[in-house]
């Protein structure tokens, strides 16, 4: 499974991204990834200066792939930790 996460907006504009491929029962990724709360990726920017983040899960980026839009004030709980694992996970 690969799983990409893309920081864009802030105050700079400069966008960043991490990606980790991982196996999805392995070390807990697969009860993190249904922790998620998908509800909380309703798109667009709080105001000026606010990230955006976009999630992309991918088993088969062909057939199975789902990709959350998450501003940054939603972006807290599982999907911080979500990003802290996929930048800690090495290549």
């Known amino acids: ?3 990409t996460v893309r920081r864009t907006g ?3 504009g400069i966008s960043r991204e991490w990606s980790a491929t991982v196996d999805a029962e392995e070390e807990g990724w697969r009860e993190l990834l249904d922790r998620l709360p998908r509800d909380a990726a309703q ?3 709080d105001g000026a200066d606010r990230f955006i983040y976009l999630v992309v899960c991918a088993s088969d980026p062909e057939t199975d792939e789902w990709r959350c839009e998450i501003p940054e004030r939603n972006f807290t709980g599982p999907w911080q930790e979500l990003l802290d694992r ?4 090495p290549e």
Do not use: L, Q, Y
Request: no cysteine; hydrophobic share 45%.
């Open 10 to 12: 802030g105050m700079a």
């Open 1 to 3: 499974m690969r799983i």
């Open 86 to 89: 996929v930048r800690d996970t």
């Open 43 to 45: 798109g667009g920017a």
